[in-house]
């Protein structure tokens, strides 16, 4: 089991993958909180800025390191995210709540990758730390 509290106290840039420009979808509010806390960086590949920055196609396209990815894809969606994640060196990959992906788990885990599941990191980050 993934030590979620430690996962956030080592965290400075978070990834967010699949962040929408439609404020009424789960990804904004969430990547907002985030980025009250940790440096965000959008990842899309349907838009060149959001959240008043830009916002990069894959994890690869993002500088600098990515300590934290998290995940709004769908579960048949979430596999080709895992081979950027281990290429950039993301030392955890969260899926969001409902998501769940055995096989992206799996591939995660023998690269070395902590994996969280089914879990919003927003609520978790709450939880733990307000």
């Given at each position: 089991m993934t030590d979620i509290k430690a996962v956030f106290e080592s965290t400075r840039r978070v990834a967010v993958v699949?962040?929408?420009?439609?404020?009424?979808?789960?990804?904004?509010?969430?990547?907002?909180?985030?980025?009250?806390?940790?440096?965000?960086?959008?990842?899309?590949p349907r838009h060149?800025?959001?959240?008043?920055?830009?916002?990069?196609?894959?994890l690869t396209d993002v500088p600098g390191d990515v300590d934290l990815a998290v995940i709004?894809?769908?579960?048949?969606?979430?596999?080709?995210?895992?081979?950027?994640?281990?290429?950039?060196?993301?030392?955890?990959?969260?899926?969001?709540?409902?998501?769940?992906n055995a096989l992206a788990r799996e591939r995660l885990e023998a690269a070395g990758v902590l994996v969280v599941e089914d879990r919003c990191s927003k609520v978790d980050h709450i939880r733990l730390f307000a």
């Open positions: 699949g962040v929408s420009d439609k404020p009424w979808k789960p990804s904004v509010p969430v990547a907002w909180y985030l980025d009250s806390v940790f440096e965000v960086l959008p990842v899309n060149m800025q959001l959240m008043d920055r830009p916002c990069y196609p894959t709004f894809q769908r579960d048949d969606d979430v596999l080709r995210h895992v081979a950027p994640a281990i290429e950039k060196g993301v030392r955890c990959f969260w899926m969001q709540s409902g998501i769940r």
